[in-house]
């Protein structure tokens, strides 16, 4: 009796074990996994100012809810430091969001479209042709990772890499196309820890601004003027690089498949001729495919009030007082041809109600500093 | 597909998942399986060299035991009869019948492994030199791991010969033998009577076992990405540059070279044997803290040690213990005194040992010149050891104090270094001029931090400093008979576990991989 108790009792004490040891196994097995998940968020794409805020801007755009933007605006920085998103809000009730990074590429315009219409449903989306003019030897890696490395993990994502590296293949370039950190940013992000990471890159795992896409954050130029020459009248056409027309060519065709509107717009700059001269070439391509265009020339700038000896901080961007004209310009354009619903005073848009305050609350002060300086500019 | 990256941790935990849910009896089919899936993933077009090794040896084998067989019970029935006679002749008989059949598998074998390792090199250094374009890549047809079982079938067809073991009457399970994954990389050449058992019998599944295996994983991936990976690139930048460097930066630059290589294959092996012990195997040690050695004998026997211990049954005691060279011993008293003449059969093994180990780490005259060199050192201490022992004792110095051996360690840490100029740099020329541009004085090159310019950052250093530091103090708690991952075990769980996590951290973090981030690049810069 008492040999088979023991042997009952060794038995017990050995399950009792293994289950001890399978438990043991299975939670150091989670508690990796959640230390992995939290070094990967850590460690990726920077945010802040080293980052050009791009993430937060994204992560801005992924925490809306669905169906609540009725426009999009996409492009490289000829988008956020013109299109002020709370602004067009407060005005006019229309919600269109400036999905943007600096520099963004051509060929990642098509997946940024498919990454929007996941979780909204634009009834417009703007693309900025700024980027037209450009050839795969202008585009660096951080102008592709911008974009790449701050869209969610997906089958889109891993397109746009995928086409994106297709186009920097055609460049003699030091890129290195086999990196896998392109499809895991994780092998590249990971040595950031050399004096690049922050407190808050441990801390904030989920950076956003509140600004709707607009740049309010970049204080040190938006609240800058410059005097900058009146752009040329231009009506020229100086032919793109022949991959980047390629690479527009099929975005043309994958809008004429989308059931909404798609405006390719020229935000006010002051480029050179033959780089406005390219971009009226592929101003052409666009309409010749039945697609419509805003292009920005005098009529325009007289429309929309912008004094380029004021409004701008550089040849390229406006500062937050032309930026202010340029959207009140382009909102009521949007509104005209598009018939984009007013949506202030509707709950669902709460989040657009607070980036306004979030904006003025950032902005007030320095625009009416700005503001101060462009009147005495002027009274001189 | 290398051992330190996420492919073979995710390969191995597959191999893992497969093995413990086969039945036991099958689990070796599982684990060969899995050696040929790694062949295939890391060098499809070369896998038939190992496998024309596999059955060539695994038919010598069978023939030579079926002799063996053979005389054996003609040699039991002599022993019957008390005819010591006919037992001697017998043997002998058995001896050549066999050694015929071991001749001709190692020409085989090691002609395979001359030709493509060795042979095609030279044809394009000739060709190269000649000016004749070369239609091809030498380095192409080497095949993964030739070194490790091209001398694990050999020590196997050995043993068989010495009748030390029985040959593998299953062709699948000796293919499993010489192409475990683990060992097929790096090693260690393990001995047939010490892994075949473990591999053929299947393991249970034993959770200690296979969390001891993962850390022993983690703390050679540490090595490896960590020091090794990191350190690698100061040590690229100056050896690739043999005539743009001096002094200090290159006596910097072999110092961490030798740290690079110990780190680097020490690493390997703990992966492998971490690998192998997840799956129940345990292999050879290749590395105890050689380092620390106070002479470089001892370094010897504490690095590479399963290449040591097979060049020493298989060269050195068959040289040093064979009548021929007993008969030379014996002849060179004449000439060079008696105790040197005695020495001389272990002087000729010892210069056939190292020659051998030159070889192994390449074609070039620079690592046969790194084989004589230690070989001559070695050599040397033998010849000298009377003369040294008395001028200690002249000089009144205490060889058992802590002070010398501290001297000791440090002496034969020099040594080995100086050594590694030839193992490293580009040719044995380049070695030669780099050792010599090492006397430059030029202390300015740390006190400027120009060091920081060649490849590693001052943020590399940091990490560099306090892994070594980690890295030494473990080592010194292990010479003093602690074993690590059991004293770990020991401790509470949370202490345990926050350990082994700030480990895994360490490594995927600072591990020195991937294509690296600079902020500069990211900066928009046109504002």
Known sequence: ?380 | MAFASLQFVIFLLAVCAVYFITPIKARWAVLLVASYAFYLLSSPNTLIFMVVTTVATFLAGRAMGKIQDRYQKRIDEAKEKKDRETQKKLKSESKAATKRIVVGILLLNFGILATLKYFWYYLETILTNAGIEVPFDAGILIPLGISFYTFQSAAYILDIYRNKIRPDKNLAKLALFFSFFPIIIQGPISRYDQLAHQLYEGHTFDYQRIAFGAQLMIWGMFKKLVVADRIGALVDTVFDNPGQYEGFTVIIAVICYTIQIYADFSGGIDIARGAAQTLGITLEDNFKRPYFSDSVSEFWRRWHITLGNWCKDYIFFTVSLSPTFGKLGKKSRKYLGDRVGKLMPVIIAQILVFTTIGVWHGAELKYIAYGWYQAVIIISGMLLEPYLKKLAELLRINTKSFGWKVFAIIRTFIIIVIGRFFSRALSFNAAIGMFISSFTWNPEVITSGAIFELGISRWDALILAVSLVIWFIISVFQERGVEIREAMAEKNVVVRWAFYLLAIAAVVIFGAYGSGYDGAEFIYREF
């Open chain 1, 1 to 380: 009796m008492d040999k088979n108790r023991n042997r009952t009792d060794e038995r017990e004490n050995r399950a009792k074990k293994r289950r001890k040891r399978f438990f043991k196994g299975v939670t150091f097995t989670v508690l990796t996994f959640l230390m992995a998940a939290y070094l990967i968020t850590v460690f990726s794409f920077p945010s802040g100012m080293e980052g050009d805020y791009v993430k937060e801007r994204y992560n801005c755009f992924y925490s809306q809810e669905e169906n609540t933007i009725d426009g999009v605006y996409i492009g490289a920085s000829g988008v956020d430091r013109f299109w002020v998103a709370p602004q067009a809000y407060k005005d006019t009730g229309i919600t269109v969001f400036a999905m943007s990074s600096s520099s963004m590429p051509l060929v990642t315009f098509k997946y940024m479209i498919e990454e929007v219409r996941k979780t909204q449903d634009p009834k417009v989306i703007i693309l900025d042709i700024r980027s037209a003019h450009k050839t795969p030897e202008d585009v660096d890696e951080a102008y592709v990772r911008r974009v790449t490395d701050n869209m969610k993990l997906s089958k889109t994502r891993q397109e746009c890499v995928d086409a994106s590296l297709e186009y920097l293949r055609k460049a003699d370039n030091e890129i290195d196309e086999d990196d896998p950190s392109w499809y895991f940013g994780f092998l590249k992000y990971h040595s950031r820890w050399k004096g690049d990471m922050q407190l808050k890159d441990f801390i904030d795992l989920d950076p956003k601004t509140d600004y709707m896409g607009y740049s309010a954050h970049l204080t040190h130029l938006i609240f800058n003027t410059a005097k900058i020459s009146y752009p040329p009248i231009n009506e020229d056409r100086t032919p793109i690089d022949p991959d980047t027309e390629d690479v527009l060519r099929d975005l043309c065709e994958y809008i004429n498949t989308l059931d909404c509107n798609v405006v390719f717009v020229e935000s006010p700059n002051c480029h050179s001729y033959e780089t406005l001269s390219k971009r009226n070439y592929a101003e052409d391509i666009v309409r010749s495919y039945g697609i419509d265009v805003i292009s920005c020339k005098d009529a325009e700038y007289a429309e929309m009030g912008l004094d380029f000896e004021t409004d701008l901080y550089n040849e390229g961007h406006t500062n937050i007082v032309g930026a202010i004209k340029y959207t009140r310009w382009l909102a009521n354009e949007l509104i005209e041809r598009y018939d984009l619903p007013d949506r202030r005073g509707d709950d669902k848009y709460k989040a657009w109600e607070s980036a306004y305050d979030s904006y003025v609350e950032q902005t007030e002060e320095g625009k009416a500093e700005l503001e101060k300086r462009i009147a005495e500019v002027k009274g001189q």
